[in-house]
């Protein structure tokens, strides 16, 4: 985007410390120069918009306060961290903010040293930046901060509790900022939600402990021992006196707040204040997502990732659908309300991704049997677990990339047990423009090896649809089904819901010089590969739908294995360990000897990008495909 000359300030800071330079009454005009650059460059280069608003003055204040990069501070998320990357170095090119080669779409360390971490899912930041405040502690660098930023959505996550409860153990001077805006991706749940509600703690009364605290340290009648005692003591007598715990000063964690999150010059005051403190703190701070763009604090959860918009009205630019094949998560959310009007066994689990997953259609229709668990991928799992335990069926929605951090739970959990939970994967394969921390390379090589377990992935909307039905019947045991972000093939995608007898394939097209064995949406890009292949070399071309992962589908497999010398087998998906490796291990298993060459996602960690140019970089493209069947 051509630089806005309107933008006075914002363009002579090429790094925070041209921002330190700044007087603080000349802070509140950055931050609105930030929050109308940030408008300007994704109204036509969409990102994730309003958490990136919410903290502009957080921002800002954070860069004016702390000697970055020296000093880190570790985003969670990294929705949030545009303002960031634009005054840390980044503000001509972030207009390549998620294109192919341009800047990364969350922080990541091996673009920028202002990026301390990386950080794609939630939760991770208290643990992460605790780990460098102690590290700096060992290295007798006390003149280094460390700030983890994380909202309240992302509180919601085991780790985040994990890292809290450590951090009063161990020898650190870490500052938490909770930034508190009642919202995840969706509106925030639980009861972490209504603690920090419901919490209130005296600005007045912190700023007189702090003074005071201060001024004992210089008469020489506190030390830290003393310190961490009368911490102890007045945590008591303020549980006493407000017949509430404060749970972060219950871990003896210093609590401060809640403040407004939008009053930058009254939060570089605060941090000031409160940055040299020894010991672990808190800083909880109020915003609003979407905050200084009317349409985004009027609907959070749309705009959190709206798209292109007109800035100026605050349309939404959005495509006409009319005519074209539905999301494939659509597909998912109206099948389970279809089945669940059928089957009151069912339920829905989700952690904070209703919209998302769409099963805020069942919500919307069956309120009392779906149940949002914010962001806990691991509790999602093992709830659902329980659930099934006792009768019902849990259809538990997890993005692909983020059920890596339940995988324990799924062994654990549900496997052994062989109980009827059914693992929805969204976004499995490639998901494009959020890049490698959201990519769903790994759950066909992760869940291969776990026994007791089903793996199915559609080719098209009416085979998950019949996967659906199929994995609601009993005693099925844990059934995992995969599917991509993005649409299918079928505009007609209702059909007549049928069960699959599990572990058996399709044969899409018969051939007889090479067989191509495909799993999931990639056979329809294959199909049209294999119909321009034939047509260049005269070959004849088989097209095999595995359906399955587990169990292989063996006559199937037996057949091909006698008949064919060549096979190619195509996946969205890494290629080590996933179903191109079950099909080697098979023919060799079983004394067949083909040539077999395997397509799909390399080792290594895939860029971001929109999914057709990443499929072209991996192999997965229709002209590529092509190429290798052509040199077989």
């Known amino acids: 985007m051509k630089e806005n000359t309107s933008y006075s300030l914002l363009n002579s800071i090429n790094n925070p410390k041209d921002l330190r330079k700044l007087k603080t009454s000349e802070l509140p005009l950055v931050c609105k120069e930030l929050r109308d650059k940030i408008i300007d460059e994704l109204s036509c280069n969409p990102g994730h918009f309003g958490s990136s608003l919410g903290v502009v003055e957080l921002t800002v204040a954070l860069h004016y306060v702390f000697n970055t990069p020296i000093d880190r501070l570790v985003w969670d998320v990294g929705h949030q961290a545009y303002g960031h990357k634009i005054l840390t170095g980044r503000r001509d090119n972030f207009c390549t903010n998620r294109k192919l080669n341009g800047l990364t779409p969350f922080p990541s360390p091996s673009e920028s040293e202002y990026d301390t971490f990386t950080c794609g899912h939630a939760s991770n930041s208290i643990s992460a930046a605790l780990g460098m405040a102690v590290a700096a502690k060992m290295h007798n660098e006390n003149g280094r901060h460390v700030v983890a930023i994380i909202g309240d959505g992302s509180m919601s996550g085991g780790l985040a509790f994990e890292g809290l409860n450590n951090v009063s153990s161990s020898p650190n001077n870490l500052l938490i900022i909770l930034n508190d805006n009642n919202m995840a991706i969706d509106r925030s ?39 961490k005692s009368l911490i102890r003591f007045n945590n008591s007598l303020k549980s006493m006196l407000y017949q509430q715990q404060n749970i972060f000063e219950g871990m003896n964690i210093r609590y401060f707040g809640p403040i407004d999150g939008h009053d930058v010059i009254n939060l570089t005051k605060v941090l000031n204040d409160i940055k040299d403190m020894k010991g672990p703190k808190l800083l909880h701070i109020h915003t609003k997502k979407g905050k200084g763009f009317a349409p985004a604090e009027e609907a959070a959860t749309i705009w959190h990732a709206p798209g292109i918009f007109d800035k100026e009205t605050g349309e939404r630019i959005v495509k006409d659908t009319n005519g074209i ?100 994967l969204d976004r499995a394969g490639l998901v494009g423009e959020d890049g490698p921390t959201h990519h769903g390379a790994f759950d066909l090589a992760y869940m291969r090896p776990i026994p007791n377990i089903t793996i199915a992935s559609p080719m098209d909307e009416h085979e998950l649809r019949k996967l659906m039905y199929t994995a609601q019947f009993p005693n099925m045991g844990p059934f995992v089904i995969r599917y991509p972000r993005g649409r299918g093939v079928l505009v007609d995608w209702e059909c007549p819901l049928e069960i699959v007898e599990i572990g058996k394939g399709r044969i899409i097209k018969e051939g007889k010089d090479i067989a191509v064995i495909t799993l999931g949406p990639i056979g329809n890009v294959a199909k049209r590969a294999i119909a321009k292949a034939e047509q260049q070399s005269g070959k004849s071309i088989a097209l095999y739908d595995l359906r399955f992962l587990k169990p292989l589908d063996k006559d199937m497999l037996n057949c091909i294995g006698k008949n064919f010398k060549k096979i190619l087998t195509i996946e969205d998906g890494v290629r080590k360990g996933g179903m191109g490796s079950a099909i080697l291990e098979f ?46």
Request: hydrophobic share 40%; with cysteine; glycine share 8%.
């Open 189 to 227: 749940v639980g009861g972490m939600k209504q603690y920090l509600l419901n919490l209130q703690t005296s600005s007045c009364y912190n700023k007189i402990r702090f003074n005071l605290s201060n001024m004992f340290l210089k008469w020489g009648i506190l030390n830290e021992e003393r310190r």
């Open 587 to 632: 023919m060799s298993d079983n004394g067949y000897n083909p040539v077999i060459k395997r397509i799909g996602l390399p080792d290594n960690f895939v860029q971001h990008g929109n999914i057709t140019q990443l499929h072209e970089i991996c192999g997965l493209d229709e002209d590529s495909i092509c190429e290798d069947l052509l040199s077989l």
């Open 325 to 424: 094949p539905p999301l494939f998560q659509d597909v998912f959310g109206n099948t389970l309300l279809e089945l669940a009007e059928q089957n009151d066994k069912i339920v829905g689990v989700t952690p904070a991704m209703p919209s998302g997953c769409s099963m805020n259609i069942m919500m919307k229709a069956i309120p009392e049997r779906v149940f949002d668990v914010g962001i806990a991928e691991g509790h999602a799992v093992t709830f659902s677990g329980g659930m099934a335990k006792d009768g019902l069926l849990p259809f538990c929605n997890i993005y692909s990339s983020f059920m890596q951090r339940a995988y324990d739970n799924v062994i654990h959990d549900v496997a052994i047990q062989k109980l009827n939970v059914v693992l929805c």
